[in-house]
């Protein structure tokens, strides 16, 4: 009966086996897309991520918000004119070269407003050269699930008991749960970026209205900051991933497979962590409030 009873063991045990080394495939190509996954997203320009959702917010800050910001506009012009007038002992010491520095301020003033919506795009492409460059060296970075990595795994499962392979499999389950909804974290982290860039982006013009007048100036000078930063938050988050490639693709595979598969889910878990930070990281670099 001893080997019937090795042999229902050993069916068990390479049952126990196939069923975790599944589980870690899974689990390793899973982390390899997402890897991919948010090199892709956070690499698409903001027309290239959606361009139906793209047209419908030039065409609401051309159509709604521009017509505002043209009355702010001429509110602010305005107040830059009697400013100019009377900055001088109360028009007592009256400069009429002031009426020539009001005209080219107007000038300039109107072409920025009207050509509001290509400057925007041109910040978010100046900052995806640096996001695209990153990318292409964060590409096949990672390297979980190779044959090598693969064959030492199995090794360190054969020589383990049946009891201790029920447990890992467990384990190895509920890591891959965490993992799954960390996943989904980062996916609205990278998802709400582009997001609140097309918010940002719709309102534009009411900002850029307000840079003519040096107090008010500050609206629109502060916009532009909270603009460099979005842009520039996408490169702060391909440096997350690049250095989360490195680290996990670096794990040394030991006889501890327990401390493999938490090693992973703990990466994960700062990796979502830190893409939090990205934005307020960036704001803080760009001085924007």
Known sequence: ??????????????????AIMASFATMFAEVNNQVQDIAVQVGTTPAGWNAGVFAMIRALSETVVLPIAGMILTFVLCYELITLIIEKNNLSDFDTFNIFKWILKTFVAVFILTNTFNIVIGVFDLAQQAVNQSAGLISGSLG????????????????????ELLGLFF?????????????????IIVWGRMLEIYLTVSVAPIPFATMANREWGQIGNNYLKSLFALAF??????????????????????????????????????????LLKTGGIARSLFHAH
């Open 1 to 18: 009966m001893g080997w019937l009873t090795d042999s229902i063991t050993d069916w068990v045990k390479q049952l126990f086996i196939d």
């Open 144 to 163: 979980l699930g190779s044959d090598a990595m693969t064959d030492i795994i199995r090794a360190s499962l054969e020589a383990m008991g049946v009891g």
């Open 171 to 187: 384990e190895v389950q509920i890591v891959r749960l965490c993992m799954l909804i960390m996943s989904v974290i980062i996916m």
């Open 233 to 274: 938050q996408g490169f702060l988050i391909m440096v997350c991933v690049a250095i989360y490639a490195v680290l996990v693709s670096g794990i040394a595979v030991s006889d501890n497979m327990h401390a493999i598969i938490w090693s992973i889910a703990g990466m994960t878990a700062l990796l979502s962590f830190i």
